[in-house]
């Protein structure tokens, strides 16, 4: 709005370019600042989360609910969309920063052998396809135990 009213009659269109340019620029450089890497890995009763620098947070398996992700096994996406839900009401968010419409076949496979894994070691299996969460290109599937296949191995593990 100030550009508007006083730099439009200094610096004409040229400085209307500058302007978003620099724009681009900040928000950029602020994004690449605020993103992070991030490794899980598991254990026999643990998930591992290290985001950046800091150290591995541990999280028991049992603690986990389930989670929200793209159905890697059967879509060849390579935008990653994670979000873990905890028992206790807390939740890990995990998304690209990279929006591009273009598909990574390494970045997929990828993807797809996290989603193999994570399914394997917390012992879950899709679950429902959320419509609204498919709409919003945000991971639609549920990932959690089923509730059908509990038996008294599954609580006789929780017990070891």
Do not use: H
Not at 49 to 74: H, M
Not at 136 to 156: C, H, I, N, Q
């Amino acid at each position: 709005m100030l550009y508007a009213i006083k730099g439009y009659r200094y610096l004409g269109m040229s400085g209307m370019y500058l302007l978003v340019g620099l724009f681009f620029v900040i928000f950029t450089a602020l994004f690449n600042y605020l993103s992070k890497s991030v490794t899980i890995y598991f254990d026999r009763k643990r998930m591992y989360v290290k985001q950046g620098n800091q150290e591995y947070v541990s999280y028991l398996k049992r603690d986990v609910l389930g989670f929200f992700s793209y159905n890697y096994d059967e879509q060849t996406k390579s935008f990653t969309y994670l979000k873990i839900i905890f028992k206790n009401g807390k939740k890990i968010t995990i998304t690209d920063a990279d929006y591009s419409q273009k598909a990574d076949a390494e970045k997929a496979l990828l993807l797809k052998q996290f989603l193999v894994s994570a399914k394997r070691q917390l012992a879950f299996t899709a679950i429902k396809k959320d419509r609204w969460r498919s709409l919003l290109k945000s991971g639609a599937y549920w990932y959690s135990e089923d509730p059908s296949k509990k038996d008294s191995y599954t609580k006789e593990a929780d017990l070891t």
